[in-house]
């Protein structure tokens, strides 16, 4: 049953390709809605899988699996009126290689074996090679031949830490199946040395695929090369599912009792990120680049705050659901963006306020959403893990994060103020229809209302998932 | 008797290493690679975990696979477009011959720090596969041509496979159905970009994929 969530997209995506176009478009909301009502009735009912060795529901899987779900659904209304205004060579292949793409992604959400999630991430890279080369061009093919190679030797390096982790099953003389969940109970008894070797290794292997510095080089050119809602799906929910790796390692750390060892490792990584995207984000000159190093930004965000523990994680959960909300929404805006003025560059664009007023709306509350302003979940996410960083003393990393996020902050609303009002020649080649310029409204109100309140189901959820790696009130 | 012949095998694995180092021209990588590739598939069938019929099948599928099978497509493929036989390095060979000597110096000098009990009678074996994995990156970062890259990458992933298939006897088939997944379809996506490159900039030289920055 747990299995039709990705066996579905999964022949869905290989119908897509022998599909005429129309039909393929519709095929592709059809899915996303399907998926959709499938990954609700896993978050209510949590059945078993029926290979239980290898599948099964966790409560982080299905966090993301909603976010995954929900976020498709949004982005496949928005490709079909993105598909009427920028005809693609091969659209089959796009529509055929973004359902797989979402069926790897859920295949990952509910793996527990740990080679079968390793599979399953190696599937994503597979299936989202082709999204990046859609416009096949030369800066394209470069953006896809990075992604492919640096991916590649990432997850090669998570391999050799799953086979670490197999050794100190061994030399711990442990007996079990070779699914996190199993490993996790029995941590106490695997060899610790081995143990924490394969954490560095599959950190630095799955960190590699969610874009955590100093591995990041692939993301900024993968997300501006790909077409807008691929960039969205890239942003919004492929970074997550690499980190569920890292989260689920990282459980069975804490249940070995080497939880300080994780959280100090994942703290450096996260700044590190943080740093990176600082420096970067100030002279950046093309927007979608822009937004995939505030990407950057919020996957260091997430690392540090679960590296902190306590109120922390609790943090870094909120801003991972909040993040894929409002980036994607503003992938897609950015997607809007380049449709209407056929430019990457930002000193190209300028009056987005009165040019595409409707696109400005959805971009310019998604940067004060990306930013932390008050009203957005974000915001409550960082707060936490500041007084996560200050409960557990850690007064200088918290000073260079909140440092850095002063930094980024100025360097990007620089930019989105040029965008928005800076004067411009520039004539609008899109109509700005409803199909357009909606799905960013919803993803936007859906953070919000999130933020107003948080439906108690959701809370105990993200309660669960993070009890076993230290998180909390 | 078995282990004298493990350490035979891996020392021609290490050879190839330094082989691999000193080669200037495509052909002459793509086959040390591809003879590595069919000796570290030997190796899991000579370390003494007891071998199922299956498990000899596998073996023998994955030895012809990585030592037969992908070094031909990679051959063909550059005969096809034509591409130039240089591997570009960016750290001359001699230096990267000095450097791999460096590199198995020090695998050999950690796994001596290290006690793994299941393949503690193989004294190189350690070594050899920590040796793979660096050496492979290294030729990934310090060859400009990316047929080359892709080698590199391959020899790291013999790396793991030597690693993976023998340190932990319960990783065993998982990590050889990875790999094997892993090299298929990593090195066929990267054989279809090639063509795209070789079409696009009418070389493979990733001097040319330098315009995407910061």
């Given at each position: 049953m747990v299995e039709l969530i990705f066996l579905t997209p999964l022949v869905a995506g290989i119908l897509a390709f022998f599909l005429p176009k129309s039909l393929g478009r519709w095929l592709l909301v059809g899915t996303g809605a399907l998926h959709l009502i499938l990954s609700l009735f896993l978050w209510n009912n949590r059945p078993e899988a029926v290979f239980n060795r290898y599948f099964s529901v966790?409560?982080?899987?299905?966090?993301?699996?909603?976010?995954?779900?929900?976020?498709?659904?949004?982005?496949?209304?928005?490709?079909?009126?993105?598909?009427?205004?920028?005809?693609?060579?091969?659209?089959?292949?796009?529509?055929?290689?973004m359902l797989l793409f979402l069926s790897t992604m859920s295949m990952v959400t509910v793996s527990d074996h740990i080679m079968v999630f390793w599979i399953a991430i190696e599937a994503t890279t597979l299936a989202s090679a082709p999204l990046i080369y859609t416009h096949r061009s030369s800066a394209s093919l470069e953006a896809t031949w990075k992604y492919v190679l640096i991916c590649s030797v990432g997850i090669a390096m998570a391999l050799l830490g799953s086979v670490l982790i197999t050794l100190s099953m061994d030399i711990g003389n442990v007996n079990a199946v070779l699914s996190f969940s199993a490993i996790t109970g029995v941590a106490g008894k695997l060899d610790p040395f081995w143990l924490k070797a394969g954490f560095i290794f599959i950190l630095v292997g799955y960190g590699t695929k969610m874009g955590l510095a100093p591995m990041h080089t692939w993301l900024p050119d993968a997300h501006s090369e790909a077409p807008g809602p691929a960039s969205a799906l890239f942003s919004g929910v492929l970074l997550n599912c690499a980190y569920l790796g890292i989260f689920k390692t990282n459980k069975i750390m804490h249940a070995a009792g080497l939880g300080d060892f994780s959280g100090i490792i994942l703290m450096v990584f996260g700044l590190m990120s943080i740093l990176a995207a600082a420096t970067f984000i100030i002279r950046q000159n093309e927007y979608k680049r822009m937004l995939a190093y505030s990407s950057i930004e919020n996957m260091g965000i997430i690392a540090f705050g679960t590296g902190i523990g306590g109120i922390g994680v609790y943090g870094a959960v909120i801003c991972m659901i909040h993040h894929s909300l409002i980036k994607s929404s503003l992938f897609l805006s950015a997607g809007n963006i380049l449709l209407g003025y056929g430019n990457r560059l930002i000193k190209?664009?300028?009056?987005?306020?009165?040019?595409?007023?409707?696109?400005?709306?959805?971009?310019?509350?998604?940067?004060?959403?990306?930013?932390?302003?008050?009203?957005?979940?974000?915001?409550?996410?960082?707060?936490?893990?500041?007084?996560?960083?200050?409960?557990?003393?850690?007064?200088?990393?918290?000073?260079?994060?909140?440092?850095?996020?002063?930094?980024i902050f100025a360097g990007f609303a620089n930019q989105v103020m040029k965008i928005s009002f800076d004067h411009s020649k520039a004539t609008i080649r899109l109509k700005e229809k409803p199909g357009l310029v909606w799905p960013q409204y919803v993803l936007l109100l859906t953070s919000l209302a999130l933020c107003i309140s948080i439906p108690d189901t959701v809370h105990q959820t993200i309660i669960d998932a993070i009890s076993a790696i230290g998180g909390g009130f | 008797m078995s282990i004298l012949q493990v350490d035979t095998i891996l020392t021609l694995v290490l050879l190839s290493?330094?082989?691999?180092?000193?080669?200037?021209?495509?052909?002459?990588?793509?086959?040390?690679?591809?003879?590595?590739?069919?000796?570290?598939?030997?190796?899991?069938?000579?370390?003494?975990?007891?071998?199922?019929?299956?498990?000899?099948?596998?073996?023998?599928?994955?030895?012809?696979?990585?030592?037969?099978?992908?070094?031909?497509?990679?051959?063909?493929?550059?005969?096809?477009?034509?591409?130039?036989?240089?591997?570009?390095?960016?750290?001359?060979?001699?230096?990267?011959?000095?450097?791999?000597?460096?590199?198995?110096?020090?695998?050999?000098?950690?796994?001596?720090?290290?006690?793994?009990?299941?393949?503690?009678?193989?004294?190189?074996?350690?070594?050899?596969?920590?040796?793979?994995?660096?050496?492979?990156?290294?030729?990934?970062?310090?060859?400009?041509?990316?047929?080359?890259?892709?080698?590199?990458?391959?020899?790291?992933?013999?790396?793991?496979?030597?690693?993976?298939?023998?340190?932990?006897?319960?990783?065993?088939?998982?990590?050889?159905?990875?790999?094997?997944?892993?090299?298929?379809?990593?090195?066929?996506?990267?054989?279809?970009?090639?063509?795209?490159?070789?079409?696009?900039?009418?070389?493979?030289?990733?001097?040319?994929?330098?315009?995407?920055?910061?």
């Open positions: 966790t409560p982080e899987g299905l966090l993301s699996l909603l976010v995954i779900s929900f976020l498709f659904f949004l982005i496949s209304i928005y490709a079909v009126s993105y598909l009427k205004e920028r005809e693609l060579q091969a659209e089959n292949v796009f529509t055929g290689f190209n664009t300028g009056g987005l306020i009165t040019l595409m007023p409707k696109t400005f709306l959805a971009f310019f509350a998604g940067f004060a959403g990306i930013s932390g302003f008050p009203p957005f979940g974000i915001f409550i996410g960082e707060l936490f893990i500041i007084l996560g960083a200050f409960r557990g003393k850690h007064y200088a990393m918290a000073g260079i994060f909140i440092l850095s996020l002063c930094v | 290493v330094l082989f691999s180092f000193g080669s200037s021209r495509l052909p002459r990588l793509i086959s040390v690679v591809g003879f590595q590739g069919i000796v570290v598939s030997l190796v899991p069938l000579f370390v003494g975990h007891d071998m199922t019929a299956g498990g000899i099948v596998f073996t023998l599928a994955t030895l012809a696979i990585r030592g037969i099978i992908i070094p031909m497509s990679i051959y063909k493929a550059i005969n096809r477009v034509n591409i130039k036989r240089e591997v570009e390095p960016i750290v001359g060979y001699h230096a990267s011959i000095i450097c791999g000597l460096l590199l198995i110096v020090a695998a050999t000098w950690i796994s001596r720090q290290l006690n793994i009990p299941a393949i503690k009678d193989y004294t190189l074996l350690f070594p050899t596969a920590m040796a793979l994995l660096v050496t492979g990156m290294f030729l990934l970062m310090a060859r400009r041509n990316a047929i080359a890259m892709v080698l590199g990458y391959i020899m790291m992933e013999n790396g793991i496979y030597l690693l993976g298939t023998t340190i932990s006897v319960r990783a065993r088939h998982i990590v050889e159905f990875g790999i094997l997944l892993d090299i298929l379809a990593g090195v066929m996506i990267m054989a279809v970009i090639l063509q795209n490159i070789k079409q696009t900039f009418d070389d493979v030289d990733t001097a040319h994929l330098r315009s995407l920055k910061e």
